[in-house]
């Protein structure tokens, strides 16, 4: 893993490789139809002290038209794209970014054959229990996944991502399959919804004490990269991360033997980056395993609803 100067060209899937850069200037090194999965978390333009004070909703627009053209471009047959996007928001009203992305994604297939055009899915909501408080709105506790495919023909390995069943004893009860076990043993489909509830999936966003802390504001967990690359890249397939961040798509295809192709345009998290995919190159990065949340112990004093609480919740 090392930087390279945009003179120097880029072998998909022949390393991992990092690039303190502009993510067009690294997207243009790589070959057509050579990348098997993109996945990344665009900026959502709203103020962020990455983003520039001027970037607005048009800035989004601009910029996701610019990298999914050539995204495209570069997916292979059957290859995938992933956007993680939550929502702009501004004095507390919201636009879906999800929304602005498949409407973008359309205006590309319409200059497309068939064979080339961008097939979404899966629209995935990623819900989570903790985040800012709203004071004028519901509190947000959700983003989405659009899981666009290029082409008709395309990979999706559900083995690799089945989770156990609420009830895996079940059996069916009429047909020519009467009393024999009717789930799959290896688990179910996880659905596309990846919640915090006992019987789908369960992804906690990164916060202060999360394990994968770093100086990212707006940090993804490893798990939701790593559920995709499981379901939607081969072994040894080329994963590409436009808005890299601080590398935790980079992480998530190093810990499942895939190369890793990715771009930043801050040094401090260019850095952190580097540093993490070294560290999991070795197996000596802290992550969060896949793995549900514990429910809290009802007979903790955490747990426990204050006195003080219950009283103003009664009078109310």
């Given at each position: 893993?090392?930087l390279?100067?945009?003179?120097?060209?880029?072998?998909?899937?022949?390393?991992?490789?990092?690039?303190?850069?502009?993510?067009?200037?690294?997207?243009?090194?790589?070959?057509?139809?050579?990348?098997?999965?993109?996945?990344?978390?665009?900026?959502?333009?709203?103020?962020?002290?990455?983003?520039?004070?001027s970037?607005?909703?048009?800035?989004?627009?601009?910029?996701?038209?610019?990298?999914?053209?050539?995204?495209?471009?570069?997916?292979?047959?059957?290859?995938?794209?992933?956007?993680?996007?939550?929502?702009?928001?501004?004095?507390?009203?919201?636009?879906?970014?999800?929304?602005?992305?498949?409407?973008?994604?359309?205006?590309?297939?319409?200059?497309?054959?068939?064979?080339?055009?961008?097939?979404?899915?899966?629209?995935?909501?990623?819900?989570?229990?903790?985040?800012?408080n709203?004071?004028?709105?519901?509190?947000?506790?959700?983003?989405?996944?659009?899981?666009?495919?290029?082409?008709?023909?395309?990979?999706?390995?559900?083995?690799?991502?089945?989770?156990?069943?609420?009830?895996?004893?079940?059996?069916?009860?009429?047909?020519?399959?009467?009393?024999?076990?009717?789930?799959?043993?290896?688990?179910?489909?996880?659905?596309?919804?990846?919640?915090?509830s006992?019987?789908?999936?369960?992804?906690?966003?990164v916060?202060?004490?999360?394990?994968?802390?770093?100086?990212?504001?707006?940090?993804?967990?490893?798990?939701?990269?790593?559920?995709?690359?499981?379901?939607?890249?081969?072994?040894?397939?080329?994963?590409?991360?436009?808005?890299?961040?601080?590398g935790?798509?980079?992480?998530a295809?190093?810990?499942?033997?895939?190369?890793?192709?990715?771009?930043?345009?801050?040094?401090?998290?260019?850095?952190?980056?580097?540093?993490?995919?070294?560290?999991?190159?070795?197996?000596?990065?802290?992550?969060?395993?896949?793995?549900?949340?514990?429910?809290?112990?009802?007979?903790?004093?955490?747990?426990?609803?204050?006195?003080?609480?219950?009283?103003?919740?009664?009078?109310?």
């Amino acid at each position: 893993m090392s930087l390279k100067s945009n003179s120097d060209k880029v072998v998909p899937c022949d390393q991992t490789e990092l690039y303190l850069d502009d993510c067009m200037n690294m997207l243009n090194k790589l070959a057509y139809n050579s990348v098997d999965l993109v996945v990344t978390s665009p900026p959502y333009c709203m103020g962020k002290k990455y983003e520039k004070k001027s970037d607005d909703v048009s800035t989004f627009l601009e910029v996701q038209r610019k990298v999914i053209t050539l995204v495209q471009k570069l997916l292979k047959p059957g290859g995938s794209m992933c956007w993680q996007v939550g929502y702009h928001v501004v004095e507390s009203e919201i636009i879906p970014l999800d929304f602005l992305v498949y409407q973008v994604a359309q205006e590309i297939n319409n200059n497309l054959s068939e064979e080339n055009k961008l097939h979404l899915r899966n629209r995935i909501v990623w819900t989570f229990g903790h985040g800012l408080n709203s004071k004028m709105r519901f509190s947000g506790r959700h983003e989405t996944i659009l899981w666009f495919t290029k082409g008709k023909d395309y990979r999706f390995n559900l083995d690799a991502i089945r989770v156990p069943q609420k009830y895996p004893g079940k059996r069916s009860y009429k047909g020519p399959n009467k009393g024999s076990l009717s789930g799959n043993p290896l688990g179910k489909n996880p659905s596309d919804v990846w919640d915090v509830s006992s019987d789908v999936w369960d992804i906690p966003n990164v916060k202060a004490n999360h394990v994968e802390k770093t100086i990212h504001p707006c940090q993804f967990p490893v798990a939701i990269p790593r559920r995709l690359i499981k379901a939607l890249a081969p072994k040894d397939g080329c994963i590409v991360d436009p808005f890299m961040g601080v590398g935790t798509t980079g992480v998530a295809a190093v810990l499942e033997n895939r190369k890793f192709i990715g771009s930043e345009l801050n040094p401090e998290y260019y850095r952190v980056a580097l540093e993490r995919i070294k560290l999991a190159s070795k197996g000596e990065l802290p992550i969060r395993e896949d793995k549900p949340v514990m429910l809290p112990n009802r007979k903790s004093k955490v747990a426990i609803l204050p006195e003080s609480f219950a009283k103003i919740r009664e009078g109310v």
